[in-house]
């Protein structure tokens, strides 16, 4: 009977042994060993042990007129995408989110001010960036990001109504809106005393940054 019950014991422990992948202790993602070294992915943690959970990341995706179960989830685990037009990657990545359906806001980053935020926000030097949730990837690699959407419990075929619009894309910092200059300063602005100097280039990128 003791055998019989080691056994079990040591048979029950292989199918559980549910580990945190090692992304970081936010991700609730598990990794489950079968007895016969098959490995599958999962989001759902063991019922006889405590686990981490994923927790979001403060952005609010348009969920409004989604099917429940997907409202459900992009509000648990919203997905944000920061791109670039001078990234190939990106194109190869938005292609993806928008052929699975993922609701998600994009951010855009073009400018020095903007690639000076995402390395403040993400510590990154590198896009595109997705975030789901608090778990960030760094980079496109379409097998790492739709296990990390599966986990989530995003569907693997796009279930979004017809009706669905996605935000457009807005830059990751919000350009500095002036107000227009009043008709006499214009007319000053005529004498060389008072000629602004002309504006500066753009600064190119920090050094290092990869698009």
Known sequence: MSRYLQSS???ATAVVSLTLVTAGPAWALYKVVAPDGRITYTDRPPADRPAATLKTNG????ATGLPFEL???ASQYPVTFYSSSKCAPCDSARQMLQ???IPHIEKTVETSEDILSLQKQEGVQQLPVLKVGSKQLVGFTQNDWT???DAAG???KSALPASYKQPPAT???VPEVRAPVPEPLRLQADTPSNVSPAP???PPPPPGFKF
């Open 59 to 62: 952005t609010v995706v348009q």
């Open 200 to 202: 500066s280039p753009t």
């Open 99 to 101: 052929g699975r359906g």
């Open 9 to 11: 014991s040591l048979l």
């Open 154 to 156: 995003y569907p693997a």
């Open 171 to 173: 830059p990751l910092v």
């Open 147 to 149: 296990a990390y959407l």
């Open 71 to 73: 409202q459900r989830v």
